[in-house]
């Protein structure tokens, strides 16, 4: 049974952190790191330890421990109730730190600006598979390796070939790399750490020839085969691009900002998609079928598609002059802003800095969208306007990525396309590490059953009432 949380006091739970208590009762009363818990409806109290602090200062208690707080026998004890997890932590995690009130994001340690302007998109792979940065000649063994697994098998081809030519690329993307897991049975051997490695090495390289596939296949050209002479970022451009040339040289400019984008988008901690992962991986399958579902999840406008949202609302703004009317329909409630705001951020987005940066550096070789003028104007009326300052609405990692992508005269459709290409690296990392954790469990959250009770069936001739629809 759910013991409901009350307002009045005889069915109060009181919580009192040790800090409450004199400092004799504290050193006499209970050991250090713990809470003591009150239930006003028994009076019963419990004390539990608190988990001794992460990296970012965060504390937790486990919520089993709550079960204690129970009514009679056949209580089933007090859960907690967290719609979307806003406040609860489902793994331990070693590869992102996010410190969203200073708008900070780490891979590993390593603070996100200084792998943008000093590292590559490979290297912070490596970083997050392995944990730390590579020797140069480890760089290069993975490197090597990367591009050694970036050919598919020609059925997984004849999969892409068969879909409609206005198939989103995400559709492709789910379809294609699932039926990944038929060509490596191996990969269902999940305790293996070699295994896992593997499977690791194909998905990064083998997702990027997907997707270029999946822009050729839209457009009706014909696939083009990986460049083994270029970088990731690189040989991505050639297999969309490539025409007639007989070798495809992409513009170091674009082919760095490409770069770049992957990194800002390598991974993001326990974000829906990640959690979607991890959530499949927990049943033990193979991490092509995980991986899958994580695409599926950023599949969502409301995870992976916000960029393309961000575009639609500037192209219906139309100029600069119209800003200042838009945002006051924003603070009406009549319009969203999209790209501003975000569930960790309650900063600057530290990637959407990097972004625009590199936005510039694009339009000098691409020419300047349009659009731009019209961003810069929001941005700057926004960041100094009450009502968004209050609200902590900052821009973030949507605003500008989508104008360069845009520059790069890629589809909308194509952009959630990327995202999952850079994410694929920080999902395989998270799912490395969940199948690595012995505290790892079977995903099933609990639930707060809301419907009715041990109802009497009444046969079809007897029912009086047709047509009632069931709630949901």
Known sequence: MYARWRPAAA???????????????????????????????????????ISERSSGGDETIRAPELRQLRVNEDDFGIMTYDPGFMDTAMCRSTITFIDGDRGILEYRGYPIGQLCEQSTFLEVGYLLIHGELPTRGAYEQWVSEIKANVMVHESIRKIVDAQPL????????????????????????????????LQTKRLIGKV???????????LGLPFVQPDDDLTYAGNFLSMMYKGTEQKYVPDPVLERALDVLFILHADHEQNASANAVR???????????????????LYGPLH?????AVLRMLREIGSVKRVPEFLKAVESGERPLMGFGHRVYKNYDPRARKIKQTAYEVFEVTGVNPLLEIALELERIALSD???????????????????YEALKLPP????????????????????????????????????????????????????????????
């Not at 690329?169 to 789910?174: G, H, Q, S, V």
């Not at 992976?304 to 393309?308: H, K, Q, R, V, Y």
């Not at 009450?386 to 360069?404: A, E, H, M, Q, T």
Request: glycine share 6%; proline share 5%; net charge positive.
């Open 208 to 218: 990027p020839t997907i997707a270029a596939w999946a822009y050729r296949h839209a």
């Open 413 to 472: 459709e194509m952009f959630t396309a990327l995202f999952a290409l850079a994410r694929t690296t920080g999902w395989c990392a998270q799912w490395m590490e969940g199948a690595a954790d012995p505290e790892q469990k079977l995903a099933r959250p609990r639930q707060i059953y809301a419907g009715h009770r041990q109802r009497e069936f009444v046969p079809m001739g007897q029912r009086e009432h047709a047509g009632v629809v069931a709630r949901v």
């Open 166 to 197: 206005n198939a989103h690329p995400m559709t492709i993307l789910i379809g294609a790399i699932s039926a990944l897991s038929t060509f490596y049975p191996e990969a269902h051997n999940i305790h293996d750490a070699e295994s896992r490695m």
């Open 386 to 404: 009450d009502y968004f300052i209050k609200r902590k609405l900052y821009p973030n990692v949507d605003f500008y990525s989508g104008l360069i």
């Open 11 to 49: 069915g109060r739970v009181t919580i009192s952190r040790r800090a409450r208590m004199s400092e004799t009762d504290r050193r006499t009363e209970m050991p250090e790191n713990t809470l003591t818990i009150t239930d006003n409806r028994t009076g019963k109290t419990i004390t539990v330890p």
């Open 304 to 308: 992976g598609g916000a960029n393309e």
């Open 279 to 297: 959530a499949v991986a927990s049943t033990e399958v193979d991490p092509y079928s995980a991986v899958a579902a994580g695409v599926a999840a």
